[in-house]
């Protein structure tokens, strides 16, 4: 079943989640926050010792601590979001992100295993596919999300690239298995 695919140029959307950069900009977020609400106390207490903040102070401080902050976290998140995709085009696993686009090809690297991260919404563990191209860097696809799993299409997709490579046996079975419980 492997290699069927190789005499056309087969485009493969790959839906995975970008929650952790997301989570990642949420932290971010925290940091930026707090250090905003110290540095508003520090100026109204400066502000205080007699000389007094006008309104128009006020106002720029919210400006500047309270909303500037969260607009460039929305801004940068919905950067993150609208540019990440992952799509199977032949042979080749591309990943496109806000800066760069990955092209490995997927019956040529050598380094494909499983890992699974903890979910923190259950004591359930996701999958994790890690694809390493030495040249390249790692490509991290979550077989999970919150809004539920790869579909059993695109996890069989994956597994007959892979397999084209005559080796990753151990993790094409397990995807294979994967996608065969979710079809069923």
């Not at 492997?2 to 970008?18: L, M, Q, T």
């Not at 926050?33 to 540095?39: E, G, T």
């Not at 106002?59 to 992952?86: D, N, S, Y």
């Not at 809004?147 to 695109?154: D, E, R, V, Y």
Request: some cysteine; overall charge positive.
């Amino acid at each position: 079943m492997g290699a069927h695919y190789s005499a056309c140029v087969e485009r493969v959307e790959i839906d995975v989640p970008v929650a952790a950069g997301v989570r990642a900009g949420c932290g971010c977020l925290a940091v930026v926050v707090v250090f905003s609400a110290c540095v508003a106390v520090v100026t109204v207490l400066a502000g205080s010792s007699g000389q007094g903040i006008t309104a128009g102070e006020i106002v720029a401080m919210i400006a500047l601590f309270g909303v500037l902050p969260v607009a460039i976290t929305a801004g940068l998140w919905a950067l993150v979001v609208k540019r990440t995709r992952t799509w199977l085009e032949g042979s080749y696993l591309v990943r496109r992100a806000t800066l760069r686009t990955t092209r490995i090809e997927l019956p040529a690297v050598e380094n494909v295993y499983l890992e699974t991260l903890p979910d923190v919404r259950s004591d359930e563990r996701i999958p994790i596919l890690v694809i390493k191209d030495a040249a390249k860097g790692p490509i991290r696809l979550p077989l999970r999300s919150k809004s539920g799993w790869l579909p059993p299409g695109q996890l069989h997709a994956l597994a007959d690239r892979i397999q084209a490579g005559g080796r990753h046996d151990e993790v094409v079975t397990k995807i294979r298995h994967l996608a065969d419980t979710l079809d069923s």
